[in-house]
């Protein structure tokens, strides 16, 4: 399959014999990955499991950690943490453009603020969205810089269940639109089989499953063939479902 | 006025639903709206209590003379010409050792807080000198700088400077960590992030120490213009001192407390203004 999707396009972000430690203890072992360009892929485990981790270290975030390894990705990464992370000084427009520089920016957040649902609310202080809204505009952010890779560090694990539901809608749509390849990390089972068309399980420092989910979108959450994909992830994990 | 509103339509609520208990408002813990121009009613109940107080006799007018004696002579300082140069040389003196103790304690907390070289060399020393009462290096000025202007001001602005480093400081390595964090992921150059995330996240802690500073200011004054100054609102007092002259060095410090309160007032409006952002207890 790996080799499959080689052919077809060139890996954008590539890994190979990363890894990472802290204090001595081993959180990355060795990991080989490559993300085609334009996938969208989410990656499972377990709280500790090295996930954010790993995201971290394709992001470049990772001062001081001690490690090894090869690791290649692509010039323009936008990264989305599971806070928001809007400067509370700053408007939401000014938020959305920071980092974005010439003439044209302005113009490319407004278009970004209007393309998840914020338009009108360009002056707006961070402090006066609510969480979803804040996220909306932490994509925004993302957006703007035209990314040819999407990091996203759970971000909807702090979000309601309804606003989650809709950040899902929004997500996918974007990446249809403009089809950066995605590493979303999540612990949550569904949102990656609902998201993600691979999902990798990271266990014990290494990939310990590597899921193509082949069903075409949108998904729905009840949808019966997806059952099969979330026991084989959920027996990944070592979760063992009790109906 | 709200809280009636709510309890009538709690009542009328009760009556349908029964033995549903009333609702009523919560406490509120924080102090409520804002008045116009509070600040400004504690200075005026003193000087009520003091007219009074003078009207009634009960003051001795050799200690503390009535406010319209005060009031007097304030006019007539200001007539013969004397009051008004003694103001502007203590402002002119003020306001430059406020400039540059403002501009030096900006700029060190800005290069301790940024890189790890200024850490080392900055904050130990601001520490020190800190813990060294200003006031007390004023010999040791003297002897460096001669009995001039040069000196005063150099005093005015140490005594500026020490809070608006600490605060400045304090507020800039108290920036979450995540914001940097947010920054680098957005390639922000160093500038920019200076520009972005430094100055308007150690703006808070900036204004405490502007605050302290311009008030500051005013108190080394005091003191640096009763030693040998031919001029200034310090001297004006150390003369009528001399002279007996209680009402003279009321004047002198009812300037300098107008001055404090009317600089305080002003820097905490630019404050409200510039940290509209922030919603918090006083809003």
Request: aromatic share 6%.
């Amino acid at each position: 399959m790996a080799t499959h999707t080689e052919q077809l396009t060139r890996p954008a972000v590539r890994l190979h014999g990363l890894t990472r430690s802290f204090k001595g203890r081993t959180v990355l072992d060795g990991i080989d990955l490559e993300l085609p360009a334009g996938q969208f892929t989410a990656l499972l485990g377990h709280s500790g499991s090295g996930k954010s981790t790993l995201l971290r270290a394709v992001a470049g975030l990772d001062h001081g950690v001690e490690g090894d390894g090869r690791l290649s990705a692509p010039e323009r990464v936008s990264v989305v943490f599971q806070d928001s992370r809007l400067l509370p000084w700053s408007r939401v427009l000014d938020n959305v453009l920071l980092g974005a520089e010439g003439k044209e920016a302005a113009g490319r957040g407004r278009a970004a603020l209007a393309e998840v649902g914020l338009a009108g609310r360009e002056r707006a202080w961070p402090g006066e969205l609510s969480g979803g809204e804040a996220q909306r505009a932490a994509l925004a952010r993302a957006l703007v810089r035209e990314p040819q890779l999407l990091l996203a560090d759970e971000p909807f694990g702090a979000l309601d269940a309804l606003t989650r539901i809709r950040m899902h809608g929004l997500l996918r749509e974007l990446w249809k639109r403009h089809r950066p390849t995605v590493l979303l990390v999540t612990h949550d089972v569904d949102e990656a089989i609902v998201l993600a068309d691979r999902v990798l399980v990271l266990e014990n420092g290494r990939i310990g499953l590597d899921l193509t989910i082949d069903r075409p979108h949108p998904r729905s959450y009840r949808e019966p063939k997806l059952g099969e994909y979330r026991e084989r992830l959920l027996a990944a994990l070592g979760v063992t479902e009790d109906h | 006025m709200s809280a009636v509103t709510t309890l009538a339509t709690a009542e009328s609520a009760v009556s349908v639903a029964g033995d549903a208990h009333q609702v009523r408002r919560r406490r509120r813990l924080s102090p409520g709206k804002r008045w116009p121009a509070a600040r400004l009613a504690g200075p005026l109940l003193v000087v009520v209590l003091w007219t009074a107080a003078s009207a009634a006799g009960a003051l001795d007018p050799g200690a503390i003379p009535a406010p319209w004696t005060v009031a007097e002579t304030a006019g007539r300082l200001w007539s013969d010409g004397t009051l008004a140069t003694d103001v502007v040389t203590s402002l002119r003196r003020a306001a430059t050792g406020f400039s540059i103790g403002l501009g030096a304690g900006v700029l060190l907390a800005l290069a301790a807080g940024l890189s790890r070289v200024g850490d080392a060399l900055i904050d130990g020393t601001v520490q020190l000198n800190r813990a060294v009462p200003t006031l007390g290096l004023i010999p040791l000025f003297i002897l460096w700088l001669g009995i001039g202007e040069t000196f005063k001001i150099a005093i005015i602005a140490i005594v500026v400077y020490i809070p608006m480093y600490l605060n400045t400081h304090a507020a800039l390595s108290g920036i979450d960590s995540r914001y940097v964090e947010l920054a680098e992921v957005q390639g922000l150059s160093r500038l920019r992030f200076i520009r972005r995330v430094v100055i308007p996240g150690s703006l808070p802690g900036f204004f405490v120490g502007l605050r302290l500073g311009v008030t500051g200011s005013w108190l080394g004054l005091v003191v640096l213009e009763q030693i040998n100054a031919t001029s200034g609102l310090g001297y004006m007092m150390f003369q009528a001192q001399n002279y007996g002259q209680t009402d003279v060095i009321l004047v002198g410090l009812l300037i300098y407390g107008v001055f404090g309160l009317v600089s305080d007032s002003v820097v905490r409006l630019i404050e409200r203004r510039v940290l509209s952002w922030r919603r918090t207890l006083s809003s």
